[in-house]
């Protein structure tokens, strides 16, 4: 910008400064309904109780509230013992969660952050709470699914996650209201070829997955494939039933990242053996 020189022109560029000033404070700390993905509604005392007994929140748990709004839900988690934060776009929420915090004694157990949730690092989260909007939860479940550690639970108030199927839905009356609340486990990601030895065998398992959903195929290296009778993902655990003629299976293990580590238990006939079972996904 050219440099001013005289008295006018002086007097215009500080009024020009002033005024760019001036926007980029406005814009800087006043939030419009506009700029919030979801506007303000509380989520009901006797619902947000619920939400953590589905969640079982105990102190070891670190919560994190996707829109946390007057604070309540990270308020009453901490009152559970848990530690963990709350995070609202909207200042104005984010001082009232802060002071309803200290008024509740637990403020040295959890924080308010004024951060946009699609802006953020939530991946510490042990649970994660959320009363949004189903296009936000629609936007929101790639980062979830993708970011956050297996095992980590994410319970939803109202509304669901379209084809990602909830783990557990409940309902809760409030005032003669029907509140909804969608529960699920962040599942591994078990999708792949697994491989394991047994017996002089080599088995290979390839495993499909949508979701929490799983399908398995089985083979010991021959071109038989195993029965499969059940298959199953909770978060880390893995679980298959599996027969070939009159050999039954059971394989359970924990998935940590290409690694499954448990036990298998083997029949035949009346005779039951329980091994050591590890596998390795190429
Ligand atoms: C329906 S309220 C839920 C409040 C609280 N979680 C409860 O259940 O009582 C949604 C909250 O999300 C906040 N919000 C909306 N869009 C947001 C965004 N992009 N990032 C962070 N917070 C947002 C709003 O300010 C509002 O406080």
Redesign the pocket.
């Known amino acids: 910008m050219k440099k001013p020189t005289s008295g006018k022109s002086l007097y215009h560029y500080s009024l020009v400064v002033s005024i760019l000033v001036g926007l980029t404070f406005i814009s800087a700390s006043h939030v419009t309904g506009q700029d ?8 009901p005392n006797n619902v ?1 109780e619920r939400m953590l007994d589905l969640t079982d929140v105990k102190s070891s748990d670190y919560v994190i ?6 604070g ?2 990270v308020i009453a988690a901490a009152k559970r013992g848990a530690n963990g934060h709350g ?4 200042p104005e ?1 984010i001082a009232e969660a802060r002071e309803n915090a200290r008024r509740e004694g637990v403020d040295d157990q959890i924080m308010f952050m004024e ?4 802006d953020t690092d939530f991946s510490e989260a042990s649970v994660i ?4 909007l189903p296009s ?1 939860n629609k936007k929101l479940r790639p980062e979830l699914i993708n970011k956050l550690q297996p095992g980590t639970q994410v319970v939803s ?1 109202s509304f669901d996650m379209g084809s990602w199927k909830a783990d557990k839905k409940v309902v809760v009356k409030n005032n003669g209201r029907s509140h909804d609340i969608y529960y699920w486990v962040i599942p591994a990601q078990t999708e792949g070829t697994w491989t394991w030895s047994y017996n002089g065998n080599n088995y290979n398992m390839t495993v499909n997955q949508r979701f929490q959903e799983i399908s398995v195929k089985l083979t010991d290296g021959s071109d038989t494939f195993f029965d499969i009778h059940k298959a199953e993902l909770k978060g880390k655990r893995l679980t298959v039933r599996a027969s070939s003629g009159d050999q039954n299976y059971i394989f359970s293990g924990r998935v940590e990242g290409d690694k499954v580590y448990g036990m298998m238990q083997h029949h035949n006939g009346q005779e039951k053996s329980f091994s050591k079972w590890s596998a390795t996904k190429d």
Do not use: A, K, Q
């Open positions: 919030l993905d979801v506007p303000y509604v509380p989520t947000v509230d996707l829109g946390s709004g007057d309540r839900i995070i609202d776009l909207d929420r951060e946009d949730i699609f709470t959320m009363y949004l936000v108030h």
